[in-house]
């Protein structure tokens, strides 16, 4: 069982910068590829940036491509989402995941943590 627990979100003014991190508490948190989504209030939950095991391979949604930045520390058992040029529609709840295969699908993930808050403000 992967737990997996999010931090560095809150409240940013548009055009700002935030960095999520998302801490996993397995040893072998390398064998697992790393993803982060999100969900907006009233929105269905939609994918943001997933990376390999090694860091070797990402995917980022087209909507986030060049802004958010998907990367990983295997040493420090640990995933971040690197966030600039934040936009009011990215306000949302900002979830990592793991999974044992590379993807944008959410049903590819079994392990979740509990999401972080992260609003911008116009």
């Known amino acids: 069982q992967v737990q997996l627990v999010e931090s560095g979100g809150g409240l940013v003014q548009a055009g700002g910068s935030l960095r999520l991190s998302c801490s996993a508490s397995e040893r072998t948190f390398s064998s697992y590829a790393m993803g982060w989504f999100r969900q907006a209030p009233g929105k269905e939950r939609e994918f943001v940036a997933a990376?390999?095991?090694?860091?070797?391979?990402?995917m980022h949604a087209d909507s986030v491509k060049g802004r958010l930045s998907i990367s990983r520390d295997n040493a420090k058992n640990t995933v971040y989402l690197q966030m600039t040029s934040l936009k009011p529609e990215d306000t949302a709840v900002y979830y990592c995941?793991?999974?044992?295969?590379?993807?944008?699908?959410?049903?590819?993930?079994?392990?979740w943590g509990q999401g972080t808050q992260v609003t911008v403000s116009s």
């Open positions: 990376i390999s095991r090694s860091g070797g391979a990402k």
């Open positions: 995941a793991a999974a044992n295969s590379l993807g944008a699908q959410s049903r590819l993930y079994d392990y």
